[in-house]
């Protein structure tokens, strides 16, 4: 699939602000199931001073700080990507669960020691007892991984309500699995946890989905909104990424833009102000359109 991505992010500011510095994240990644043909972030006003560089886990993160008093800020990536995924891995089961969790702690291969970091605690992301509970129907003895994490999905998936207006960023992830509700970021960190709380390795994946209307209305432009969804390492594959807030595996309708432990290391837009701004409204807009 190619996909033509506007991703439109607008903050308006009480009074005027002098000084503001940011760093986004709205780029695509390339890897190999995607190809970025080409990616390029508008800022109004015009800022003066621009920098890119790759994070920690390689996304790509541009900084870019405004020197003149404004009132509104506006950032607008516009991306042309082609997404590449070939069928499920399901003919590629490779080891039960408890394999891969001793592989984990004991496999000194690259890509395992790579992974063990996403075993651990982050700050949206604690393990518990609980989490661990909630995850073990899915995870019997010798079941295998990538079974698991399917069936871990569709629970998560039918246990849990999409409520735009249930959570904020700052929810504990105790309170998501207490609350039942929230949106696809918290779907994802109630499912990292769990695999966490297991002692298997699982990421956060920040990107885009394409969305059709309901049958009979227009497709509205700037209705999409930015997604997340969960990875999880199985030794011997590689990577597996699944939406839990759809229930599918991760498709050639996803298109990445950046990965982490959580939602912190990889939040689209964030930065400070300076002399001014007071209360501020933000708008964001996303649109994704199959070229």
């Not at 004991?106 to 989490?131: G, Q, T």
Request: aromatic content about 8%; charged content about 25%; overall charge negative.
């Amino acid at each position: 699939m190619s996909f033509h991505i506007t991703h439109r992010t607008r903050y308006r500011y009480k009074s005027n602000v002098v000084t503001g510095y940011s760093e986004a994240r709205l780029l695509p990644r390339d890897q190999p199931d995607q190809a970025v043909r080409s990616a390029t972030l508008e800022v109004r006003p015009t800022p003066s001073d621009v920098r890119e560089h790759r994070d920690y886990f390689g996304n790509r993160v541009t900084f870019f700080s405004v020197h003149e008093p404004h009132d509104e800020l506006e950032v607008t990536a516009v991306s042309e990507v082609d997404v590449v995924h070939g069928d499920p891995p399901f003919n590629l089961l490779g080891p039960s669960w408890d394999e891969a969790v001793h592989h984990l702690r004991s496999d000194e291969a690259p890509d395992l020691l790579e992974a063990r970091e996403f075993r651990l605690d982050s700050p949206l992301v604690r393990r518990s007892a609980a989490l661990a509970d909630y995850a073990r129907p899915s995870f019997p003895p010798n079941r295998p991984l990538v079974e698991c994490v399917v069936d871990l999905s569709n629970r998560v998936h039918t246990d849990f309500v999409y409520d735009p207006t249930a959570t904020t960023i700052g929810t504990r992830i105790d309170e998501l699995l207490a609350l039942r509700r929230g949106v696809c970021q918290d779907f994802a960190h109630v499912m990292i946890g769990c695999l966490r709380s297991l002692g298997l390795a699982a990421r956060y994946t920040s990107g885009y989905l394409e969305t059709h209307p309901p049958p009979g209305q227009p497709r509205q432009v700037g209705a999409d909104a930015s997604h997340a969804w969960v990875g999880v390492l199985v030794p011997d594959v590689g990577w597996v990424d699944v939406d839990p807030t759809n229930d599918v595996l991760v498709s050639d309708r996803h298109t990445t833009l950046a990965w982490g432990r959580d939602f912190t290391d990889v939040t689209p837009l964030k930065g400070v102000v300076f002399a001014g701004g007071g209360a501020q409204e933000l708008s964001v807009e996303v649109d994704v359109v199959r070229a």
